[in-house]
């Protein structure tokens, strides 16, 4: 079987239990991977020999999610944007041109959680940093303040 036709079962198969972003989310996926294997020298039949059939992929794709707490059923708007919608595809990706990358949740959340967490360290450095310096102005400040009440 050859990538595209790999991709189109797949495609086909996840539509019958996930929703449409989530067939798009793990069909790209899949092929980014295939992509990657053969960049890495492994050939083409190779790469879909180890991922299998692909009506398979999908039913434990569908239980994962499933299992998972993420909404299924079918998604007949997904099948119709695949049939009736002609696309133009990159030669190099096998991938629709003019489409944005979707990361996966998980990932946006682990993304979002380490930069929050990497603000936060910055932070707590510059402040450590900076420490010093600000108890110096601080201090000063508090000495003005009372000589000026001893004055008037």
Same mark, same amino acid.
């Given at each position: 079987?050859?990538?595209?036709?790999?991709?189109?079962?797949?495609?086909?198969?996840?539509?019958?239990?996930?929703?449409?972003?989530?067939?798009?989310?793990?069909?790209?996926?899949?092929?980014?991977?295939?992509?990657?294997?053969?960049?890495?020298?492994?050939?083409?039949?190779?790469?879909?020999?180890?991922?299998?059939?692909?009506?398979?992929?999908?039913?434990?794709?569908?239980?994962?999610?499933?299992?998972?707490?993420?909404?299924?059923?079918?998604?007949?708007?997904?099948?119709?944007?695949?049939?009736?919608?002609?696309?133009?595809?990159?030669?190099?990706?096998?991938?629709?041109? $003019?489409?944005?990358?979707? #990361?996966?949740?998980?990932?946006?959340?682990? =993304?979002?959680? @380490? *930069? %929050?967490? &990497?603000?936060? $360290?910055?932070?707590?450095? #510059?402040?450590?940093?900076?420490?010093?310096? =600000?108890?110096? @102005? *601080? %201090?000063? &400040?508090?000495?003005?303040?009372?000589?000026?009440?001893?004055?008037?």
């Amino acid at each position: 079987m050859e990538k595209t036709e790999f991709i189109e079962r797949l495609q086909r198969a996840l539509a019958a239990g996930i929703s449409s972003s989530q067939v798009a989310e793990n069909v790209r996926y899949y092929q980014d991977y295939i992509d990657s294997e053969i960049r890495k020298g492994r050939s083409e039949k190779e790469v879909m020999d180890s991922l299998g059939d692909p009506r398979l992929l999908a039913k434990s794709i569908i239980e994962a999610n499933k299992h998972a707490g993420v909404s299924y059923g079918s998604n007949q708007e997904y099948d119709d944007e695949v049939a009736d919608e002609p696309q133009e595809w990159d030669s190099d990706r096998s991938t629709p041109k $003019g489409r944005s990358i979707v #990361l996966p949740g998980w990932l946006v959340m682990l =993304i979002i959680t @380490v *930069l %929050v967490l &990497l603000v936060i $360290g910055v932070a707590f450095s #510059l402040l450590y940093l900076f420490a010093p310096v =600000i108890m110096v @102005v *601080l %201090v000063v &400040l508090l000495l003005v303040k009372v000589f000026q009440g001893r004055s008037h």
